[in-house]
């Protein structure tokens, strides 16, 4: 399947499985469920592109209980390269709690998939923190980083300032780290600004790694500019 179809089967398959819970969404101002649509130039991981610097849909959906309790799915298109699978799939459980007016922690695991690839596929916790609604700590731990049997971490750091008119300016940086010699430590960024309008958001980021990341990944990890379009509620 070449990219371009592959895009096209991706953005028809999270229309199709996200059409449905929109309509409700819009029913239920306090619905459980939220639901969102993407379309990005490049779906860049931790600094790295996972569609071979291609564009490609995106699609999540996600229930959230009264007590702050979570389950949800989201996928994407990759391109890792001929043979690979042309699809990721996460599924992920968490939960979500406001242990202060000024403190917010949430706690996830999730199942990275890639389907037709099982030997890909390998789970991660990950933790959250946010404080005064706009600052956040990230820490996030595999014992199978890759699916390679080796123990991967990955700190980050990332802000959030919201502006007149629906404009925000958002600014990330995260370090990976890796027990074994399955990659290099690597540090990675990203800048950006994005403007909602009702329920569409509209974003432009740069991203970019450091030398070692550039060792990691090859020309996958040079800096870039990514146009992301997202409708969701």
């Given at each position: ?9 991706a ?6 499985l996200?059409?449905p819970?929109?309509?409700?969404a ?18 860049v ?5 996972q ?6 849909g ?37 939960y979500?709690i406001?242990v ?21 596929a ?25 699916n ?41 960024w ?13 974003g ?30």
């Amino acid at each position: 399947m070449n990219h371009a179809t592959r895009c096209t089967a991706a953005a028809v398959l999270c229309a199709a499985l996200i059409a449905p819970f929109a309509a409700s969404a819009q029913d239920e101002a306090e619905s459980p469920f939220s639901w969102n649509i993407t379309a990005v130039s490049d779906y860049v991981f931790r600094g790295a592109s996972q569609t071979d610097e291609n564009p490609t849909g995106q699609a999540g959906f996600t229930y959230t209980s009264p007590v702050g309790l979570y389950a949800g799915v989201w996928g994407s298109g990759v391109d890792f390269g001929a043979g690979s699978p042309d699809f990721e799939v996460d599924y992920f459980v968490g939960y979500n709690i406001d242990v202060s007016e000024n403190v917010n922690v949430d706690v996830m695991v999730n199942r990275y998939t890639y389907p037709g690839a099982s030997d890909l596929a390998y789970n991660e916790l990950i933790t959250k923190t946010t404080f005064a609604e706009h600052y956040s700590a990230t820490v996030a731990y595999s014992n199978d980083v890759w699916n390679s049997g080796t123990d991967g971490w990955y700190y980050g750091v990332g802000a959030e300032w919201p502006l007149a008119h629906d404009f925000a300016v958002t600014a990330n940086l995260g370090r990976s780290t890796f027990e074994k010699d399955v990659g290099n430590d690597y540090t990675d960024w990203n800048v950006g600004v994005s403007k909602a309008i009702g329920m569409v958001t509209v974003g432009l980021g740069y991203y970019g790694t450091d030398g070692n990341g550039k060792d990691n990944f090859g020309k996958l990890a040079d800096n870039r500019v990514v146009l992301t379009f997202s409708v969701g509620k």
